[in-house]
């Protein structure tokens, strides 16, 4: 048995690894960390549209399973936009998943608007914004990668997983921005509202979708490494930084 313990971090859908590249290494000097990443499928160069939404969950999983097998009794997961989602099935499905980290969790994106031509109509009003507000190269590479059909197993992991907050029972620290463009704060309100264990919900003024990346991101990093830290972690149950 490892009496050192891991952090699992995932990035969000058409993201990478990269995205969270300075909170890996700030937890990976921690002594007692030993911090993991990995890319989600479909997300490896184009992003491919034969892919279906339960490979995310399967890939999320067997990561999971594997740091079991290495003998890991505390795992930590972090999760970034989709990524929130999908540590939630960890947290569900391992009694090793001790705590999590939720940014930005995209339990809704956007306006969740109920009908997809509405969602179309929702992604060209917030265009300009989204352009304006984040890198406008990094935003247009991306989306010019994404395929309709990789689009559509997103809004289904999304709508498949509506049910997951009221099942987390482990400590949860959620972290959203108020000038997010993507995932809107009342997503993260929904988890928070729903979690049924001691859960925080920090808000982030001025801070974009990016969080890792944004001003705020080095306060972020280091709140994270104090909650996972803590056997006792105290804060206001609701912030604003």
């Not at 969080?211 to 994270?224: A, G, L, M, P, T």
Request: overall charge negative.
């Amino acid at each position: 048995m490892i009496f050192r313990k891991a952090v699992l971090i995932i990035h969000g859908f058409a993201g990478g690894v990269y995205d969270e590249e300075e909170l890996f290494f700030q937890l990976n000097s921690n002594w007692n960390l030993d911090v993991y990443n990995f890319t989600l499928p479909g997300h490896e160069r184009n992003l491919t549209h034969d892919i279906h939404y339960q490979d995310w969950i399967d890939s999320t999983e067997q990561h999971i399973e594997m740091l079991i097998q290495k003998g890991y009794r505390t795992i930590y997961v972090i999760g970034h936009s989709m990524g929130g989602i999908l540590a939630t099935y960890a947290a569900m499905k391992y009694k090793e998943v001790k705590k999590i980290v939720l940014a930005a969790p995209a339990f809704q994106f956007l306006d969740q608007d109920p009908e997809f031509k509405d969602k179309v109509d929702s992604i060209v009003k917030n265009g300009v914004s989204i352009i304006k507000t984040y890198h406008a190269k990094e935003i247009i590479s991306r989306m010019l990668k994404v395929s309709v059909p990789m689009f559509m197993e997103f809004t289904k992991i999304v709508e498949e997983s509506q049910e997951n907050p009221s099942c987390i029972t482990v400590p949860t620290l959620i972290f959203q921005g108020l000038k997010d463009e993507i995932v809107p704060k009342t997503s993260s309100e929904f988890v928070y509202d729903n979690v049924k264990a001691n859960k925080w919900l920090v808000y982030l003024t001025d801070t974009t979708h990016d969080i890792f990346r944004s001003d705020k991101s080095n306060q972020v990093n280091q709140e994270i490494e104090k909650f996972l830290k803590s056997s006792h972690y105290s804060a206001q149950s609701i912030r604003k930084w």
